[in-house]
Structures are given as C-alpha cells and as structure tokens.
C-alpha cells in the first residue's frame, strides 16, 4: 500500500520561506513520478509542481515558477518543496501526488498572513 505523508506546513509572513516534507512508503520511490498539488479556501485544485524519476526534469506552475523548487532525495524515499517569497495567494493546502496522481497524502496547510 502506498502511503503519502506532508508535513511541514504553518503560518508564515508574506515574503517568508517554508519547506513541505513529503515521507513516502510502500512504493519504489526513486522509479516514481511525484507532483504537488494545493488548494486554496473555496477554489478547486490547483497543480504546482513535478518532479520526474528519470532525470528529476521538474516543472512548474507559472504562479509559482522563480519561488518554489522541488526536489527529491530518493535514499530517505521524501519529497520536498522549498518555498520562498511567499504571498497570501499561496495559503491553501499542500498535497503530494505520486504517479498518475493515483496516490495522495492527507494535504498539510499553509497560511500565508501578517
């Protein structure tokens, strides 16, 4: 069984710095496509990031493109987002996604506020 779990997530002041932890289990990791995806308060999900299992080529979207960076460390099976520069328009809640978006964690929150 696949299990996906964040971490990391809080309160932050516009123009801060976070970074979201995804711990993954029960999958071969490193063979493993994995996104993020958030959601902010009343809206739909919103795609922000991937990262691929071949060459890391990673991708992103153009809301956050120049602030966050993706990343992966296939020995401690995790995936990580490193956000900078933050804006209120960030708070949502953070999932990660592996695969095919087939498997997701429980999400964990940000906020972004003065």
């Known amino acids: 069984e696949v299990q996906l779990v964040e971490s990391g997530g809080g309160l932050v002041q516009p123009g801060g710095s976070l970074r979201l932890s995804c711990a993954t289990s029960?999958?071969?990791?490193?063979?493993?496509?994995m996104s993020w995806v958030r959601q902010a308060p009343g809206k739909g999900l919103e795609w922000v990031s991937i990262?691929?299992?071949?060459?890391?080529?990673?991708a992103y979207a153009d809301s956050v493109k120049g602030r966050f960076t993706i990343s992966r460390d296939n020995a401690k099976n995790t995936l990580y987002l490193q956000m900078n520069l933050v804006k209120p328009e960030d708070t949502a809640v953070y999932y990660c996604?592996?695969?095919?978006?087939?498997?997701w964690g429980q999400g964990t929150q940000v906020t972004v506020s003065s």
């Open positions: 029960g999958v071969t990791f490193s063979t493993y496509v």
């Open positions: 990262i691929f299992s071949n060459d890391d080529t990673t």
């Open positions: 996604a592996g695969g095919a978006f087939e498997s």
